[in-house]
């Protein structure tokens, strides 16, 4: 937008002023040279509008995931890189000292050719670099020896099958690579935002079953959710659960008066936080994870240790009812 004023109102006043007040002409050469570098420098701020262009590409998702992957191309081609200039390098200078002094040549006298071409490291980089893009042309003056068809051979097994190779690979991987994980990052959200709807709805549901707001909900009134067609069909969508699975669910939930995650309710075992109904409904048809194994495992810690203590206190009722019972005989074998 900037860049936009800038052209459609400061240069043309810029071009009225030096007419103006500088009195030049609109197409004279002459002015001051604080004025010429003041518009060289709007011109080149007219390059910015190609920023203009990553707008667009966000705008559009399969251009924008395909421009993440080539940035990615781009981070993974550094190593690529730095192995295409050792090998430029390394060609280098054996063709400089092979061809450009003259040691592949009868007499050690290279033409002016080659020494045009492989004179020096720097005329080497470069031409092997052009060769290494096709330009066969730099080797004509090798052409004619038999060591330098060997070279050129080499040369383009190294450079143009290998490294070229390996760069189309890094480049294709990571950009599927990035594709993918743009496109499973998309499906995540998508399924975390659908859940979360669903969830809502599910919660706005139970919440109109439970006129005390103590989020639980007893199993009266879970099987009255379920015998309604039109509840029963939107608490089962993507669980494909019947009835008795339905039922069953509730109370594996509600066992001793256990909660889903492990809370003791003060309401009874026939009750259920709902919350964890709805988390269960969700969960139905995934496959259990680490997390749900760990689960499972704290529930029957949790029941272990209420056992456990249930038993304790029963063994203590039942040792002082004996102690009292023996000491009642005993009072009774006295008196007689």
């Not at 494909?240 to 939930?253: A, G, I, Q, V, Y």
């Amino acid at each position: 937008m900037t860049t936009g004023i800038i052209d459609l109102w400061l240069t043309p006043g810029i071009k009225i002023f030096e007419v103006e007040v500088l009195g030049q002409t609109l197409h004279s050469d002459k002015g001051s040279s604080q004025m010429h570098g003041i518009m060289s420098l709007i011109r080149l701020t007219r390059l910015m509008r190609v920023f203009r262009l990553v707008r667009v590409v966000r705008c559009v998702p399969p251009l924008y995931a395909l421009l993440l992957g080539v940035m990615e191309a781009f981070k993974a081609m550094q190593w690529v890189v730095v192995l295409t200039l050792l090998t430029l390098y390394g060609a280098a200078i054996v063709f400089t000292n092979l061809i450009g002094k003259g040691m592949i040549y009868p007499g050690g006298v290279a033409p002016p050719a080659a020494i045009e071409v492989f004179g020096t490291m720097s005329q080497s980089l470069f031409s092997l670099f052009e060769l290494m893009n096709g330009d066969t042309g730099v080797i004509e003056p090798i052409e004619t020896q038999l060591i330098g068809k060997i070279l050129f051979a080499a040369f383009m097994i190294v450079a143009n099958w290998a490294i070229l190779a390996i760069l189309t690979a890094v480049v294709s991987e990571n950009m599927i690579s990035t594709s993918n994980r743009l496109v499973a990052e998309e499906k995540q959200s998508r399924e975390a935002a659908n859940t979360k709807k669903q969830e809502d709805s599910l919660a706005e549901l139970f919440m109109a079953k439970d006129p005390n707001k103590n989020g639980y909900i007893s199993r009266t009134e879970w099987q009255e959710m379920i015998d309604d067609a039109a509840t029963r069909l939107e608490l089962t969508d993507g669980t494909n659960l019947s009835n008795n699975d339905m039922l069953d669910l509730f109370d594996c939930l509600a066992v001793d008066g256990i909660s889903g995650n492990g809370v003791v309710q003060l309401e009874g075992k026939d009750n259920v936080s709902y919350l964890t109904l709805i988390h269960s409904l969700r969960t139905h048809h995934t496959f259990a994870d680490k997390k749900s194994v760990l689960h499972v495992m704290m529930r029957m810690r949790t029941l272990q240790e209420q056992v456990q203590g249930q038993l304790s206190e029963n063994h203590k009722e039942m040792m002082h009812m004996a102690r009292r019972i023996e000491t009642h005989v005993r009072g009774e074998g006295a008196s007689l």
